[in-house]
């Protein structure tokens, strides 16, 4: 069974960082990408970020460009997410997941990825 394993939300304030890391375990899985995707209360879970698992390459929603930067490391099976400059609407409980097909078109698109995390909680203060 595979597993995806988010950890380090909390509560900030805003203007501050956090280092979100996500670790995966479990039986070898076809994995072209992994994402960060967050959800707020009362809204639909979306994009935040994706990184293709070979070359690296990144994706980011417009909402978080310039201020969150996904990374990888490949030898620790571990995706992070660091977030810089929070804001009081990055407040969600953020997910990571995985995406099989090595394809870009989808690479923002909650139904590519087959694979999730339980979230974890990130809450910004003003």
């Known amino acids: 069974q595979v597993q995806l394993v988010e950890s380090g939300g909390g509560l900030v304030q805003a203007g501050d960082s956090l280092r979100l890391s996500c670790a995966a375990s479990?039986?070898?899985?076809?994995?072209?990408?992994m994402g960060w995707f967050r959800q707020a209360p009362g809204k639909e879970r979306e994009f935040a970020a994706a990184?293709?698992?070979?070359?690296?390459?990144?994706t980011y929603a417009d909402s978080v460009r310039g201020r969150f930067t996904i990374s990888r490391d490949s030898a620790e099976n571990t995706v992070y997410l660091q977030m810089n400059s929070l804001k009081p609407e990055d407040t969600a409980v953020y997910y990571c997941?995985?995406?099989?097909?090595?394809?870009?078109?989808?690479?923002?698109?909650?139904?590519?990825?087959?694979?999730w995390g339980q979230g974890t909680q990130v809450t910004v203060s003003s």
């Open positions: 479990g039986r070898t899985f076809r994995r072209a990408a």
């Open positions: 990184i293709t698992w070979s070359g690296g390459s990144t």
């Open positions: 997941a995985s995406k099989p097909r090595p394809t870009d078109w989808d690479i923002a698109s909650r139904t590519a990825y087959n694979y």
